[in-house]
């Protein structure tokens, strides 16, 4: 057997190293499987497996069913584009790739928050803090600010596991930062901090999905997060439509009429999600409409999912984001009157630090066995980034007056946020002047979602290319033009309309090149197939 | 309606303000839910719903079922006692609580890797990088290793989302560095970059359950998160059971035995984990056991998941760590032959950095249909923390001869590795010295796993005190001593055996204090239960 298995060694090692994750092709084939169950004295292999390696059908077909779009076939299309610009410079009608697929700021140059990146230096590295030469190279309330969080952590260990919540310390901050918000206590016990907000979705969804009987409530278009999670857990989606017409609006009747709908079905509704700013329609609630929502959750018996992740990114001055635990304190409901989780992220609002994947949930409504099993499944996971975790402190109590770091803080701020609000209305305003596209205001959020109304022959050549139109929309998009935009299929929408999400993210210099690139490629696509 | 709110909000936002997380009593009752449902036009609460708030059975029974012993009831007392000698000094029979529960070094004193925390503040802060004062900070090759660092991710942005699977150019040094440990190739393109191993292990169980028909062969004793993971995704952990007279050894005829039991109920076994080193066992595997090990998996068509997070962490010279590709590649199974996954954290080894969240999972032998839902499993959360990342790859990839900062970490990996070692002994000869207490060698891993042969008297107390023999011996431990260990049951054992984990990673000037704590309860104890 060693002779023949040293033959073998030196065939697959050099299969090993031709092998390339999503990119293999499965024609390799090899003679070894037989040769090694003759040689082996073990029992025939499991027969639901074939002789070389598993297939789909050995796996969870949940999985399978998952679906998320904002990195899926268009990105890897892109992907491949951008490496043939790299390998074959001048092969394609662009020099790169404009990545507006993806609320990812700081991949396009958005540049992080000098404070909070201090202050994570500082306590990545406490030994520095007492060296003369780091008073030269921080500024003295991050020093201090260090500390403080230094302070907060048992044993000053920013590489231990913390609390399965997160550390107790900067939850009284963040707690006292919510409270600064919203004009109402929140209890550090309420808090469960977590690597960005998409593992507290998963965890809620976890806890709230058993079967295919469970629904959850989620606003179509809906960010896929939602979808995923639910298609995960072996839930069911039950889709409310926002209303393009009315700037998505969030009408009761559609959720009371969905409610019900479902329910025929057998399925027992647990929860309803908004996400407020809207992603992807970049709409913000008003706050009558919240007290609404409120009153309906209430009324179900739902749990209300808050997404709040965008609530800083806010463009309009007619709006103003009011979060649900303060609406619903200020309707007079109290912890006890209705399960609210409230999620928020790093990775959004001006400091955009995606990759530092830091966010939490605020929990309330719940009885203390429910807390105790989801502080369970919490602890499973051991705690969350402690970075994150520092950063999530800091996002909610930034420098004040009177800081050293205020004044550079604020222009750092104001200056990201100001250019967002630029930037959304110059392509607002572009994808409106385009033949056949419809596109809401952009009050929020870090997103458009323009509808496209596309002539019947472009929709009668994505049936020949056996995909949806809006696919077909984004796809020629991208081969033309370089810009990646999700199509509005990935985030669902109303049948038969067809939209594309793009963010507002790539940097303001690039706007115009943008505009000017979408418009012709626009109209060169309306010449081709207008009806 | 307003008047009535108004008088509402007082009342609950003292309510709210006096609610504490998983302390609360649930005895708070409240008459408004029956007055707002008598003030709304909505209709009448989910009959399945309380109106007052929502009950446990309202929740996926999966949660409910599944445990996690590391952070269970023991630690919840320790935690309870901790803060009752901060509230009234004198108030227990000991100063301090002694965290002997979980394998977390720098909770414990343990310093970090003055490298790894130079090279993860620069990186978070790049503006320093080129400053004059950062040359006297920090080492030469830490401000190379970061520059080198940067101009792998794209933009140098470590605030962004990264590549689903991490940074192509982190993970082609991991790759290089598994390749430098094991001698046959690593592909970049094999690698999924996580945060901690955790989530790794929870994505393979995500892809491998669909169903109470899906077993997964555990050893037992097993480290928690795998049952847990399997409980939460809904599928049969198939026991099998490590041999504690051989010194934990993994015998093929049980995992035969196991399996065909399995089979015979109509669970389709899917993988096999096992952990090398051990956890909570602390054995290192024979090579000669793992080539069987691997010809099991690939007669039986198992897919091998390998723990193999305490790799460094070996503290005898007769053992040495194989992984498990090295050791199916050496066997000459190449990539098709063997689904074989190997997880990886930056949290154990000699760097200990559990709060950093970093790690990665070895995913080879899958076909490339699987590996694209494994990737899109991934993508839904988008990215690992990118400090993890960063921190992963350090620890694949450490200073090396002629490097400036070679010999000091050098200095800080021996010492600590050599310390482990002795703390190992010491409370391995100290647990061997008691009175009906039997403990294998510690060769790896952080933790020992005595057997406790309790005198039949304390195991009818433990059944008065309804609880297990062990959890019985362990609460006594605590409340006499404040040492904290991890009931054996809380990691399954072989029925009618009675065991508890301990951690080898207090202080080492505290373990003469312990072992003589320990030493004194256990006499105590003996003396009072002894038949």
Chains 1, 2 share one sequence.
């Not at 009608?93 to 992080?112: A, H, K, T």
């Not at 908004?274 to 959750?297: K, M, S």
């Not at 930037?423 to 607002?428: D, Q, V």
Request: aromatic content about 8%; glycine content about 8%.
């Amino acid at each position: 057997m060693r002779r023949f298995v040293a033959n073998r060694l030196v065939k697959t090692a050099a299969a090993a190293s031709l092998f390339s994750s999503n990119k293999t092709t499965t024609t390799t084939t090899s003679s070894t499987p037989l040769l090694s169950r003759f040689l082996t004295s073990s029992p025939p292999p499991n027969p639901i497996m074939p002789s070389h390696s598993i297939t789909l059908d050995f796996i969870n077909p949940k999985v399978i069913e998952c679906e998320y779009a904002v990195r899926g076939e268009i990105v890897n299309l892109a992907q491949k584009l951008q490496q043939e610009l790299v390998d074959k410079p001048g092969s394609h009608p662009f020099d790169e790739i404009l990545y507006c697929n993806i609320g990812n700021p700081q991949s396009l140059n958005q540049q992080p928050i000098t404070f909070f990146r201090e202050v994570l230096a500082l306590c990545d590295h406490p030994a520095i803090l007492d060296k003369s030469e780091t008073q030269g190279l921080f500024s003295a309330d991050s020093i201090e600010r260090a500390w403080q969080i230094l302070d907060q952590i048992p044993g000053r260990a920013t590489g231990a596991y913390s609390h399965s919540q997160g550390i107790k310390g900067l939850r009284d901050t963040i707690a006292a930062g919510i409270e600064a918000r919203d004009g109402f206590p929140a209890d550090p016990n309420d808090l469960f901090l977590t690597d960005g907000a998409s593992p507290a979705v998963h965890m809620m969804m976890q806890l709230l999905i058993s079967s295919k009987n469970d629904g959850i409530l989620c606003p179509i278009p809906q960010y896929p997060l939602y979808s995923a999670s639910i298609a995960l857990h072996g839930g069911t989606l039950v889709p409310y439509y926002l209303d393009e017409a009315t700037g998505w609006g969030l009408e009761i009747s559609e959720l009371k009429r969905q409610l019900e709908d479902a329910k025929s079905k057998g399925v027992t509704v647990k929860a309803l999600v908004v996400i407020n700013p809207g992603n992807p329609t970049g709409q913000v609630l008003a706050e009558e409409n919240q007290r609404d929502i409120v009153e309906f959750c209430k009324a179900e018996g739902l749990v209300l999912l808050a997404d709040e992740v965008y609530q800083e990114n806010v463009y309009v001055s007619e709006k103003k984001f009011h979060s649900f635990k303060k609406v619903s304190r200020s309707m007079g409901y109290g912890d006890k009157d209705i399960p609210l989780v409230s999620f928020q992220s790093v990775s959004k609002g001006y400091h955009g630090e995606c990759g530092k994947r830091g966010g939490y949930m605020e929990v309330t409504g719940f009885s203390p066995e429910i807390r105790e099993q989801i502080y369970k499944v919490a602890s499973v996971n051991l705690c969350s980034n402690i970075s994150g975790q520092i950063l999530a402190s800091l996002v909610m109590s930034p420098p004040k007056v009177g800081d050293e770091s205020y004044e550079s803080y604020t222009a750092e701020k104001d200056g990201i946020l100001s250019s967002l609000a630029r930037r959304a209305k110059t392509l607002e305003d572009a994808f409106n002047g385009l033949e056949g596209i419809t596109c809401n205001k952009a009050e929020g959020a870090m997103y458009l979602f323009p509808r496209l109304h596309l002539p019947e022959k472009a929709i009668k050549a994505a049936e020949s290319a056996k995909t949806a139109p809006d696919a077909f929309y984004a796809r020629r998009l991208l081969n033309a033009t370089g810009i990646v935009v999700v199509p509005g299929s990935g985030f669902r929408q109303v049948p038969g309309t067809w939209h594309i999400r793009c963010t507002i993210l790539p940097p303001e210099d690039k706007i115009p090149a943008i505009v000017e690139r979408l418009t012709e490629f626009h109209k060169g696509f309306m010449n081709e197939f207008r009806d």
